[in-house]
């Protein structure tokens, strides 16, 4: 398997555009988790999957951003309006089940909102 | 508020000698623990868990301990070499009623000197 895959490795775009990240978990696995690194937090969750159902939102800092997991082998993370304070590196992150807790992160997502 | 801190944004150790990364947790429902090694537009790469019902566990080079009691553990990297500088981040998982998320840590530059 090629691992976690994510799309595109970097975004630049305008504030107030959408922007929407991709995200292919390895096959087979049923837990998916979107996480947002930046300087001042580290890695932050931000919402996670369990065969395909949203399972904890929790950490969606706010109603500009959604989530969806349409099928086992696809999910995007979606923010419309972004805005600058957006800029992160966004990452995906797969694991086989609740025993094999080691999650598989995607190599991320750079955005930047100018 | 978080759950899992690393108080020590960076550390510089020598080569040959031992790197300690340190992690406190502030959930007693923390079933399980592991560390994440990241290198820079890499997405992070698991290294070494341990379950709450130890107190170490050992792979190689590594070592992670786990001071319950204190709500404490510890990366251990003995003897440090360069290739080991990166990012390092604690994350836990949480037990049934938690689900199968991990909380990660801000991570801690280990910087290894030759």
């Known amino acids: 398997d090629a691992g976690v895959i994510q799309s595109p490795r970097h975004e630049v775009t305008e504030m107030g555009q959408e922007v929407t990240l991709r995200c292919k978990p390895i096959s087979g696995h049923d837990y998916l988790f979107w996480y947002r690194q930046t300087m001042m937090r580290g890695l932050e969750l931000l919402i996670y999957?369990?065969?395909?159902?949203?399972?904890?939102d929790s950490g969606m800092p706010e109603d500009r951003f959604s989530a969806k997991m349409p099928n086992a082998s696809f999910s995007t993370l979606k923010i419309q309006p972004s805005e600058p304070r957006d800029s992160a590196v966004y990452f995906c992150a797969s694991s086989l089940d609740r025993v094999n807790t080691e999650a598989f992160f995607g190599q991320g997502t750079r955005l930047t909102v100018v | 508020d978080q759950q899992v801190k690393q108080n020590s944004p960076s550390l510089s150790v020598q080569e040959g000698r031992i790197s300690i990364l340190n992690c406190d947790y502030t959930?007693?429902?923390?079933?399980?623990f592991l560390w994440y090694k990241k290198y820079p537009a890499e997405g992070p790469t698991f290294l070494i868990s341990?379950?709450?019902?130890?107190d170490k566990n050992e792979d190689g080079r590594f070592t992670v301990f786990l001071n319950k009691s204190a709500k404490h553990l510890s990366l251990h990297i003995v003897p440090s070499q360069p290739g080991d500088s990166a990012v390092y981040f604690c994350?836990?998982?949480?037990?049934?009623?938690?689900?199968?998320?991990?909380?990660f840590g801000a991570g801690t530059i280990l910087r290894v000197k030759s």
């Open positions: 341990i379950s709450s019902i130890k």
């Open positions: 994350a836990a998982r949480g037990g049934w009623e938690y689900g199968n998320k991990l909380v």
């Open positions: 959930n007693s429902m923390f079933d399980y």
């Open positions: 999957f369990n065969n395909n159902v949203p399972i904890d």
